[in-house]
T-cell receptor, first 110, second 116 residues
Framework: KNEVEQSPQNLTAQEGEFITINCSYS?????LHWLQQHPGGGIVSLFM???GKKKHGRLIATINIQEKHSSLHITASHPRDSAVYIC????????????FGEGTQLTVNP | DAGVTQSPTHLIKTRGQQVTLRCSPK?????VSWYQQALGQGPQFIFQ???????QRGNFPDRFSGHQFPNYSSELNVNALLLGDSALYLC???????????????FGPGTRLTVL
């Protein structure tokens, strides 16, 4: 079992829909990252969380440390949101190295 | 302020050859991490360099080695290439020892290596 599990693996939505991507992890962590990867490979950091909730524009990230679970929400989705969304954790034992989930491929159709 | 840069962007090699990939960290960052991302999978941690030394290492064979220079830039070397080494190699930089809230990793665009 991977230390970081994401669901769903693939997600197709219509423009305007509310989207949720989930991440569960099995280790104690010091921080959790949500990352966005577009075709071609470049990775952009969206959020880094250690507790609670963060919001940036139409993106919201939440984390429940007790349940070892995080969610990334996208409100009013748009075709330009189409990308791979990756959850990554920094475990308490691993310093600053990140352990990644396998990603969620999101496609938003117009 | 340039972000993380990597070179080359694409590379094609044959089995058994050696390859060197390069990374320049974001200005002000002193720590460089390397990741391998196979097609359709999440990145896997290779190793991390800080103060010109390998500080942490993932589950990669000794064929994978690296170096960090005094200006904090870094190289990843892979010897005796195998077909399975074909992947996107990502470099990420960060600033060490500043605590959770500031330890954000910034990623480069990656080098796509194809081994034939």
């Amino acid at each position: 079992k991977n230390e970081v599990e994401q669901s769903p693996q693939n997600l197709t939505a219509q423009e305007g829909e509310f989207i949720t991507i989930n991440c569960s992890y099995s280790v104690g962590i010091s921080a959790l990252h949500w990352l966005q990867q577009h075709p071609g490979g470049g990775i952009v950091s969206l959020f880094m969380l250690s507790s609670g909730k963060k919001k940036h524009g139409r993106l919201i990230a939440t984390i429940n440390i007790q349940e070892k679970h995080s969610s990334l929400h996208i409100t009013a989705s748009h075709p330009r949101d189409s990308a791979v969304y990756i959850c990554a954790v920094r475990s308490m034992a691993s310093g600053s190295r990140l352990t990644f989930g396998e990603g969620t491929q999101l496609t938003v159709n117009p | 302020d340039a972000g993380v840069t990597q070179s080359p962007t694409h590379l094609i090699k044959t089995r058994g050859q050696q390859v060197t990939l390069r990374c320049s960290p974001k200005s002000g960052h002193d720590t460089v991490s390397w990741y391998q991302q196979a097609l359709g999978q999440g990145p896997q941690f290779i190793f991390q360099y800080y103060e010109e030394e390998e500080r942490q290492r993932g589950n990669f064979p000794d064929r994978f080695s690296g170096h960090q220079f005094p200006n904090y830039s870094s190289e990843l070397n892979v010897n005796a290439l195998l077909l399975g080494d074909s992947a996107l190699y990502l470099c990420a930089s960060s600033l060490a020892g500043r605590g959770v809230d500031t330890d954000t990793q910034y990623f480069g665009p990656g080098t796509r290596l194809t081994v034939l």
